[in-house]
Protein backbone atom coordinates (compact mmCIF):
# COMPACT_ATOMS: atom_id res chain seq x y z
CA UNK A 1 0.00 0.00 0.00
CA UNK A 2 1.06 3.56 -0.64
CA UNK A 3 1.57 6.44 1.33
CA UNK A 4 -1.93 7.72 0.55
CA UNK A 5 -3.92 4.88 1.88
CA UNK A 6 -2.07 5.29 5.48
CA UNK A 7 -3.23 8.87 5.36
CA UNK A 8 -6.74 7.98 4.33
CA UNK A 9 -7.19 5.38 7.62
CA UNK A 10 -8.83 6.59 10.62
CA UNK A 11 -7.82 6.86 13.69
CA UNK A 12 -8.97 5.60 17.34
CA UNK A 13 -10.27 8.06 19.06
CA UNK A 14 -7.83 7.61 21.64
CA UNK A 15 -4.80 8.19 19.68
CA UNK A 16 -6.62 11.65 18.64
CA UNK A 17 -7.00 11.89 22.01
CA UNK A 18 -3.53 11.17 23.05
CA UNK A 19 -2.39 13.25 19.89
CA UNK A 20 -4.63 16.10 20.63
CA UNK A 21 -3.31 16.46 24.10
CA UNK A 22 0.45 16.28 22.71
CA UNK A 23 -0.08 19.05 20.26
CA UNK A 24 -1.93 21.04 22.50
CA UNK A 25 0.99 21.03 25.18
CA UNK A 26 3.28 21.96 22.78
CA UNK A 27 1.61 24.83 21.29
CA UNK A 28 0.70 26.11 24.34
CA UNK A 29 4.43 25.54 25.22
CA UNK A 30 5.67 27.87 22.13
CA UNK A 31 3.14 30.75 22.86
CA UNK A 32 4.93 31.17 26.41
CA UNK A 33 8.38 31.10 24.66
CA UNK A 34 6.76 34.11 22.22
CA UNK A 35 7.70 31.52 19.05
CA UNK A 36 3.61 32.31 18.53
CA UNK A 37 1.16 34.85 19.01
CA UNK A 38 -1.96 32.22 19.61
CA UNK A 39 -2.39 28.47 19.87
CA UNK A 40 -4.49 27.51 16.98
CA UNK A 41 -6.12 24.36 18.91
CA UNK A 42 -7.91 27.32 20.42
CA UNK A 43 -9.75 27.93 17.29
CA UNK A 44 -11.32 24.68 16.84
CA UNK A 45 -14.88 23.90 17.49
CA UNK A 46 -16.07 21.67 19.97
CA UNK A 47 -17.03 18.88 16.99
CA UNK A 48 -14.03 19.48 15.87
CA UNK A 49 -12.09 18.07 18.79
CA UNK A 50 -11.75 14.68 20.18
CA UNK A 51 -13.52 13.66 23.29
CA UNK A 52 -13.59 11.13 25.95
CA UNK A 53 -15.82 8.42 25.21
CA UNK A 54 -17.97 7.08 27.87
CA UNK A 55 -16.98 3.40 27.84
CA UNK A 56 -19.65 0.97 28.75
CA UNK A 57 -19.76 -0.48 32.14
CA UNK A 58 -20.16 -3.83 32.60
CA UNK A 59 -22.13 -4.55 35.96
CA UNK A 60 -23.64 -7.62 37.14
CA UNK A 61 -27.19 -7.33 38.27
CA UNK A 62 -28.32 -7.88 41.75
CA UNK A 63 -29.95 -11.53 40.38
CA UNK A 64 -26.59 -12.21 38.34
CA UNK A 65 -24.62 -11.50 41.46
CA UNK A 66 -27.40 -13.82 43.41
CA UNK A 67 -26.16 -16.78 40.74
CA UNK A 68 -22.56 -16.13 41.13
CA UNK A 69 -22.76 -16.31 45.18
CA UNK A 70 -24.52 -19.82 44.53
CA UNK A 71 -21.87 -20.99 41.82
CA UNK A 72 -18.66 -23.14 43.22
CA UNK A 73 -15.65 -21.93 42.40
CA UNK A 74 -12.17 -23.65 42.01
CA UNK A 75 -10.83 -20.41 43.72
CA UNK A 76 -12.30 -19.93 46.87
CA UNK A 77 -10.11 -17.66 47.46
CA UNK A 78 -10.95 -15.56 44.54
CA UNK A 79 -14.53 -16.12 45.19
CA UNK A 80 -14.96 -14.68 48.57
CA UNK A 81 -12.45 -11.33 47.31
CA UNK A 82 -14.73 -10.68 44.20
CA UNK A 83 -17.92 -10.78 46.35
CA UNK A 84 -16.30 -8.78 48.89
CA UNK A 85 -15.53 -6.21 46.56
CA UNK A 86 -19.33 -6.03 45.28
CA UNK A 87 -20.30 -5.51 48.34
CA UNK A 88 -17.62 -2.61 48.90
CA UNK A 89 -16.44 -1.22 45.75
CA UNK A 90 -13.02 -1.87 46.43
CA UNK A 91 -10.22 -2.02 43.80
CA UNK A 92 -8.75 -5.10 43.13
CA UNK A 93 -5.21 -3.11 44.39
CA UNK A 94 -7.01 -2.11 48.00
CA UNK A 95 -8.52 -5.60 48.12
CA UNK A 96 -5.17 -7.26 47.97
CA UNK A 97 -3.86 -5.16 50.78
CA UNK A 98 -7.04 -5.11 53.00
CA UNK A 99 -6.30 -5.94 56.50
CA UNK A 100 -8.36 -6.55 59.77
CA UNK A 101 -6.73 -3.18 61.09
CA UNK A 102 -8.94 -1.37 58.42
CA UNK A 103 -11.94 -2.84 60.18
CA UNK A 104 -13.65 -0.55 62.07
CA UNK A 105 -16.66 -0.39 64.81
CA UNK A 106 -18.83 2.81 65.10
CA UNK A 107 -18.70 4.41 68.82
CA UNK A 108 -21.99 2.23 69.86
CA UNK A 109 -20.81 -1.11 68.30
CA UNK A 110 -23.64 -1.66 66.43
CA UNK A 111 -21.98 -1.40 62.86
CA UNK A 112 -18.58 -2.41 61.05
CA UNK A 113 -16.96 -0.51 58.79
CA UNK A 114 -13.52 0.03 56.41
CA UNK A 115 -12.33 2.74 56.29
CA UNK A 116 -9.31 2.63 53.36
CA UNK A 117 -6.75 5.24 51.63
CA UNK A 118 -7.05 4.19 47.72
CA UNK A 119 -3.64 3.11 46.12
CA UNK A 120 -5.13 4.60 42.88
CA UNK A 121 -6.70 8.26 43.96
CA UNK A 122 -5.31 8.23 47.64
CA UNK A 123 -8.72 8.87 48.77
CA UNK A 124 -9.84 7.71 52.20
CA UNK A 125 -12.95 5.93 51.89
CA UNK A 126 -15.40 5.10 54.63
CA UNK A 127 -18.02 1.90 53.98
CA UNK A 128 -19.95 0.48 55.87
CA UNK A 129 -20.12 -2.88 56.05
CA UNK A 130 -22.87 -5.43 55.71
CA UNK A 131 -23.42 -9.01 57.48
CA UNK A 132 -22.51 -10.31 53.97
CA UNK A 133 -19.54 -8.47 53.27
CA UNK A 134 -18.22 -9.69 56.68
CA UNK A 135 -18.99 -12.70 56.20
CA UNK A 136 -16.33 -13.33 53.50
CA UNK A 137 -13.11 -11.99 56.20
CA UNK A 138 -11.16 -14.71 57.29
CA UNK A 139 -9.89 -14.48 60.44
CA UNK A 140 -5.97 -13.60 60.84
CA UNK A 141 -3.61 -13.52 63.44
CA UNK A 142 -2.04 -10.34 62.58
CA UNK A 143 -3.93 -7.21 62.04
CA UNK A 144 -1.48 -5.85 59.23
CA UNK A 145 -1.60 -9.40 57.30
CA UNK A 146 -3.34 -9.49 54.50
CA UNK A 147 -6.99 -10.72 54.37
CA UNK A 148 -7.07 -12.36 50.88
CA UNK A 149 -4.54 -14.43 49.07
CA UNK A 150 -4.63 -14.56 45.75
CA UNK A 151 -2.72 -14.92 42.73
CA UNK A 152 -0.60 -11.99 42.10
CA UNK A 153 -0.94 -12.45 38.01
CA UNK A 154 -4.19 -10.66 37.04
CA UNK A 155 -4.43 -12.49 34.08
CA UNK A 156 -4.88 -15.93 35.99
CA UNK A 157 -7.57 -14.26 38.21
CA UNK A 158 -9.12 -13.05 35.34
CA UNK A 159 -9.62 -16.31 33.67
CA UNK A 160 -10.73 -17.80 36.92
CA UNK A 161 -13.34 -14.92 37.05
CA UNK A 162 -14.26 -15.86 33.67
CA UNK A 163 -14.43 -20.09 34.14
CA UNK A 164 -16.82 -19.20 37.06
CA UNK A 165 -19.00 -16.93 35.41
CA UNK A 166 -19.73 -19.47 32.79
CA UNK A 167 -20.66 -22.08 35.28
CA UNK A 168 -22.82 -19.53 37.13
CA UNK A 169 -24.06 -19.01 33.10
CA UNK A 170 -23.89 -15.32 32.66
CA UNK A 171 -22.49 -14.13 29.49
CA UNK A 172 -21.23 -11.17 30.26
CA UNK A 173 -17.51 -10.44 30.34
CA UNK A 174 -17.07 -10.45 34.10
CA UNK A 175 -13.45 -9.02 35.48
CA UNK A 176 -12.60 -8.07 39.22
CA UNK A 177 -13.22 -4.62 38.25
CA UNK A 178 -16.88 -5.54 37.32
CA UNK A 179 -17.30 -6.53 41.14
CA UNK A 180 -16.82 -1.84 41.21
CA UNK A 181 -19.61 -1.31 38.74
CA UNK A 182 -21.23 -4.01 40.39
CA UNK A 183 -21.85 -2.22 43.78
CA UNK A 184 -22.21 1.67 42.17
CA UNK A 185 -25.64 0.10 40.23
CA UNK A 186 -26.56 -2.06 42.98
CA UNK A 187 -26.56 1.15 45.16
CA UNK A 188 -28.39 3.09 43.22
CA UNK A 189 -30.82 0.87 41.87
CA UNK A 190 -31.61 0.05 45.92
CA UNK A 191 -32.30 3.76 46.55
CA UNK A 192 -28.82 5.13 47.70
CA UNK A 193 -28.50 8.68 46.68
CA UNK A 194 -25.66 9.75 44.38
CA UNK A 195 -23.93 11.61 46.38
CA UNK A 196 -23.88 9.30 48.82
CA UNK A 197 -22.15 6.55 46.36
CA UNK A 198 -20.01 8.98 44.87
CA UNK A 199 -18.40 9.41 48.61
CA UNK A 200 -18.75 5.48 48.88
CA UNK A 201 -16.71 4.67 45.67
CA UNK A 202 -14.65 7.74 46.40
CA UNK A 203 -14.80 9.61 43.50
CA UNK A 204 -13.30 12.92 43.57
CA UNK A 205 -16.06 14.39 41.64
CA UNK A 206 -20.07 13.45 40.66
CA UNK A 207 -20.22 13.85 37.68
CA UNK A 208 -17.96 10.11 37.39
CA UNK A 209 -20.45 8.65 39.71
CA UNK A 210 -23.46 10.10 37.10
CA UNK A 211 -21.94 7.45 34.74
CA UNK A 212 -23.75 4.72 36.99
CA UNK A 213 -26.89 6.80 37.10
CA UNK A 214 -27.19 6.41 33.57
CA UNK A 215 -27.20 3.46 33.54
CA UNK A 216 -30.29 2.97 35.72
CA UNK A 217 -31.99 5.49 33.67
CA UNK A 218 -31.27 3.20 30.74
CA UNK A 219 -32.60 0.49 32.66
CA UNK A 220 -35.81 2.21 33.47
CA UNK A 221 -36.27 3.15 29.76
CA UNK A 222 -35.74 -0.43 28.67
CA UNK A 223 -38.40 -1.43 31.18
CA UNK A 224 -40.50 0.60 30.03
CA UNK A 225 -40.09 -0.17 25.87
CA UNK A 226 -40.44 -3.71 26.73
CA UNK A 227 -43.77 -3.12 28.57
CA UNK A 228 -44.78 -1.10 25.16
CA UNK A 229 -43.85 -4.14 23.38
CA UNK A 230 -45.93 -6.80 25.45
CA UNK A 231 -49.15 -4.76 25.83
CA UNK A 232 -48.69 -2.92 22.30
CA UNK A 233 -50.57 -6.13 20.48
CA UNK A 234 -53.45 -5.89 22.66
CA UNK A 235 -53.79 -2.22 23.38
CA UNK A 236 -57.72 -0.91 21.63
CA UNK A 237 -57.87 1.86 19.27
Known amino acids: ?40 M ?9 HQQESKR ?32 LRLSDIRTFTWNKVLATP ?27 GYLRETEDGDEPI ?11 QRLAEWAKKAEIEKHVTFHVSRHSYATMMLTIGVDIYTV ?18 IDQKKIDAVNMMDRFFGKDRQA
Open 1 to 40: RGLGDVYKRQISNCTGLQTQAVLTAALNTALRDGIIERNP
Open 42 to 50: TLLTSKERF
Open 58 to 89: VYLTIDELKRMMATPCEDGELKKAFLFACFTG
Open 108 to 134: DDSTRYIRVRMLKTQQVVNVPLSKDAL
Open 148 to 158: FRLSSAVSVIE
Open 198 to 215: SKLLGHKNVATTQIYAKI
